[in-house]
């Protein structure tokens, strides 16, 4: 598609459940970013990938979080035992080449209560 | 490390006026990019503008233009002509040319924009 798209837009999880987001990149983007936008409004790089491969994930709290961008799959993001800190909206965004601009998907609001 | 300073939390602006939002930037990087994005209450992100390190031209997008000082390592963005609907937080972004390509992002200016 000509957007990312991210499902679901939110998503409410209690203490200890398990959460997955997904990312469907614009067709034809070779790179795909996650990053974290707490309630401060500060944003967190946490992981990329160049198709199916991770390309950077130095910010992957490795402990809960985990990441996957599969052939002919939506990437997915993966939080295990959500925490009270997870909830914050998270951006997944494309580009094309790593020069170009990065996309933005709508985001996925997750809140754990 | 790279780091990126948005030093202005919250800016008004009365309508049809020009404000300039104000961003600082630390890199020894010489090949880089920045940008500023839009972030309405919907918290969906806009690219306004780019610009790339190794051009010394200002970037312009319509009403939005930027003064890109490389040696003092500034970025700020020119609204001019303002207009209710760009109310938004502003976030200016920073990213290497090679390496990883991670964007680096600044806390965010507030735009208010008074009719």
């Known amino acids: 598609g000509e957007e990312v798209a991210q499902t679901p837009k939110h998503l409410v999880r209690g203490e200890g459940q398990k959460a997955k987001l997904y990312c469907a990149p614009i067709?034809?983007?070779?790179?795909v970013f996650w990053y974290q936008q707490v309630l401060k409004n500060e944003f967190k790089f946490l992981i990329s990938?160049?198709?199916?491969?991770?390309?950077?994930e130095t910010g992957m709290p490795k402990e809960r979080f985990s990441a996957k961008c599969l052939p002919n799959s939506p990437c997915s993001l993966e939080i295990q035992a959500t925490k009270l800190e997870d909830s914050a909206v998270y951006f997944c965004?494309?580009?094309?080449?790593?020069?170009?601009?990065?996309?933005f998907g709508p985001g996925t609001r997750l809140l754990v209560l | 490390a790279q780091t990126v300073t948005q030093s202005q939390p919250e800016m008004s602006v009365q309508e049809a006026e020009t404000v300039t939002l104000s961003c600082t930037y630390d890199?020894?990087?010489?090949?880089?990019?920045l940008f500023w994005y839009k972030q309405p209450p919907s918290r969906q992100m806009i690219l306004v503008i780019r610009q790339e390190a190794y051009k010394q031209q200002n970037a312009t997008e319509n009403r939005f233009s930027v003064n890109f000082q490389k040696a003092a390592k500034s970025f700020s963005l020119k609204i001019s002509d303002s207009q209710l609907g760009d109310a938004a937080m502003y976030f200016c972004a920073y990213r290497r040319g090679g390496g990883t390509y991670k964007y680096i992002f600044g806390t965010g200016t507030r735009l208010k924009v008074l009719a």
């Open positions: 067709k034809g983007h070779s790179y």
């Open positions: 990938f160049q198709n199916e491969n991770v390309f950077d």
């Open positions: 890199t020894s990087e010489s090949d880089y990019y």
């Open positions: 965004a494309s580009s094309q080449h790593t020069r170009e601009t990065q996309y």
